[in-house]
């Protein structure tokens, strides 16, 4: 058979199952990535195993997300991820570096190797035809002590790209325009692989914007072909002994296939609140905007912040307008400061931030009660800018600096020719925020502040679970929903007890009395159950409120993983009307689940306050069985 691209890297790193799609391998990690937000349960993890050396060739430990530091706590993360980095011999980058993404692309991304990361965005750097795939952090801690990742082999859909972009347009409106025609779901269980004529009209950074949005589709992760424009790319960043040429085979066999014309996208806006409420700006009414948002791992490159400083050179932006850029990585900022970039920006009136996620997950920011924010990130999910009633419309860097000096949302194309970008020969490439491990004189000592405590462990799972169901929710529901993030949550990362007084808060006022009252019991989901943010938070919180089972129409891949790990197990309907026979405090009760999860693919449940019996599909591994049945991976892990 003819191979993908994917086939063959994740083929070359098989070390244990059978090579046949739907089936559970184990590959090599080569890569590891964690940012602090996530890092630090991953770190308190990998100590809990008790290990003397990580597997991996390179780890490396950015801290680019919570870095307000309004208190001693994020601070307090930043030193016990510093001191664990240390111990282990991991690469750590320090505050103001960078966004991780955007870092690994530019200094550590290879082709042909394989990259977990603890946040969903991890595929960005699929860009540099490597399979870099979003995890939940034990699985990444594992990756590092263990240097294996459990996946089952992936569908493989294949989006062939051709002709060229018009003028004005960009990565960005293609990525939405493909939301648009696959929505927030049309990933799950693949991994995509861009192809055609047309991939090479995009720079290595568009590229990375695709297959950043990815995660947004839902897939497992994106991945473009390593090719002359990959070697370009990584012999600019000084590091041209890193590529290595890697395609599919011509005519190689995918599960499905698109092709999609680049010249028929014109510029694109995602409105409030989900990436794939995607229409043409063309097509929209004039809409009046306050704020203005340019970075994040989707659009903060180079290029894309160079087009910003052409188009917003001798103009102003609007009165009614606030502008907040903030830079992909430490040598970006230094390239801007060098040319003269940055000094266009700030004379138009934008405020440049440092160079880390920022507003992007509510890190300061939050626009006005009721505005209208148009950003170049990725998601618009209700509430994530941190303000509830806010408006998110996500949009390219072109039409985000052409609106802010309009005061409205325009279509970039109106405006004459587009800004052209020459790369500089050489990128900068300085190393002051990176900490490299001395191998010869690691300190060991791990330094823990008072605000990080023990995460909660389940206990093995017992032969019958019982409860009411805590809560209802509809289809795609997101990891912001269950476990909210921002300027004021963020600081709790390592705080279980304390983030579970916010948990639902975007759809629950009172969860955890909830919880209280009932004992713990079950939650019932529409589709796409636990979509978005790769956070384990969104399982260990409900683990530590007493949530035994999740049954939804199904899940977000991470997600389901995450519950899997920490024991809650994820149960899908037979049939997704049964989802109709629940309700807000219903008994509940499974016997011989244990029996069942080993002897059936069907779950049978009672709903003992209407008297019925419904069948439930538990889709997943003997391998997964066995973590549930142990109580998490943690205890799993202890065993094998
Ligand atoms: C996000 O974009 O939602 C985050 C914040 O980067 C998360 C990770 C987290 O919740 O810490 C992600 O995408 O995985
Ligand atoms: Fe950071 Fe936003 Fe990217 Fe998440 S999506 S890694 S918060 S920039």
Redesign the pocket.
């Known amino acids: 058979m003819k191979k993908s691209l994917t086939y063959k890297i994740l083929e070359k790193n098989l070390i244990e199952g059978i090579f046949k799609c739907g089936e559970e391998i184990s590959v090599k990690v080569n890569q590891t990535l964690t940012?602090d937000?996530?890092g630090t349960m991953v770190y308190l993890q990998l100590e809990a195993m008790d290990i003397n050396k990580i597997q991996t060739d390179l780890s490396v430990a950015y801290i680019d997300?919570n870095t307000l530091q309004q208190g001693f706590e994020n601070a307090d993360d930043h030193e016990f991820i510093k001191s664990v980095a240390s111990k282990y011999g991991i690469i750590f980058s320090k505050a103001g570096n960078g966004i991780c993404h955007q870092l690994h692309l530019e200094r550590f991304g290879k082709p042909g190797s394989i990259l977990i990361g603890s946040?969903?965005?991890t595929p960005t750097c699929g860009a540099l035809g490597m399979i870099s795939i979003?995890a939940g952090g034990l699985d990444v801690a594992i990756g590092m002590a263990k240097g294996y990742y459990y996946l089952k082999v992936p569908k493989v859909l294949n989006i062939e790209l051709k002709g060229s972009l018009n003028k004005w347009t960009s990565a960005k409106d293609v990525i939405l325009y493909i939301l648009k025609e696959l929505s927030v779901k049309g990933g799950v269980g693949y991994i995509i692989e861009y192809s055609g004529d047309g991939i090479k009209e995009l720079s290595l950074t568009d590229r990375a914007t695709i297959t950043n949005m990815g995660?947004e589709l839902g897939a497992t992760t994106s991945i473009f072909p390593s090719d002359e424009i990959t070697k370009d790319f990584l012999t600019r960043q000084n590091r041209s002994e890193d590529f290595i040429s890697m395609e599919a085979d011509e005519d190689a066999f995918y599960d499905k296939k698109i092709i999609i014309d680049l010249s028929l996208i014109t510029p694109m806006v995602a409105k409030p609140h989900s990436p794939d409420n995607v229409d043409k700006i063309c097509n929209m009414e004039k809409i009046k905007i306050d704020q203005v948002a340019i970075g994040s791992c989707t659009n903060s490159s180079y290029t894309d912040l160079m087009k910003v400083a052409k188009i917003l050179k001798d103009k102003k932006v609007h009165e009614n307008v606030s502008l907040v850029i903030s830079p992909g990585s430490s040598n970006i900022l230094k390239m801007l400061s060098d040319n003269g970039a940055l000094g266009d920006l700030i004379k138009a009136g934008a405020r440049v931030l440092e160079a880390t996620?920022g507003p992007?997950?509510g890190m300061g920011q939050a626009p006005k009660t009721n505005a209208i924010s148009l950003r170049t990130f990725?998601?618009n999910f209700k509430g994530r800018c941190g303000t509830s009633n806010g408006q998110v419309y996500l949009v390219s860097p072109e039409t985000a600096a052409a609106s802010a000096i309009a005061g409205y949302l325009i279509d970039p194309s109106t405006l004459g020719n587009p800004p052209v970008i020459d790369l500089p020969h050489k990128f900068q490439v300085h190393n002051n925020y990176f900490i490299f491990p001395n191998h010869n004189e690691n300190k060991t000592e791990v330094i823990m502040g008072p605000n990080i405590k023990p995460f909660p462990i389940n206990k093995p799972l017992c032969h019958k679970l019982e409860g009411k169901v805590l809560l209802k929710t509809g289809d795609n529901i997101t990891?912001?929903d269950i476990m909210p993030?921002n300027g004021k949550l963020l600081p709790f990362?390592s705080n279980i007890p304390k983030l579970s007084d916010y948990a639902f808060g975007t759809i629950c006022d009172n969860f955890k009395d909830i919880c209280t009252q009932y004992g713990g019991g079950f939650i019932i989901g529409g589709h796409n159950y636990g979509q978005?943010?790769?956070?384990e938070?969104a399982a260990l919180v409900p683990l530590y409120l007493g949530v035994k089972a999740v049954i939804a129409k199904s899940f977000a891949r991470i997600h389901k993983a995450n519950l899997i790990n920490v024991g809650i197990i994820p149960l899908e309907f037979k049939d997704p009307h049964s989802y109709d026979h629940f309700s807000f405090t219903h008994n509940l009760i499974i016997d011989n689940i244990i029996y069942q999860l080993e002897n059936n693919c069907e779950i049978l449940i009672l709903n003992e306050s209407r008297n019925k019996e419904i069948p439930l599909i538990f889709n997943g591994s003997k391998r997964d069985m066995e973590i549930l049945k142990a109580g998490g991976y943690m205890n799993y892990a202890k065993k094998i």
Not at 532 to 535: E, I, L, M, T, V
């Open positions: 940012q937000s996530t997300h946040d969903s965005h979003g995660a996620c992007c997950i990725n998601r990891t912001d993030s990362r978005g943010s790769s956070r938070h």
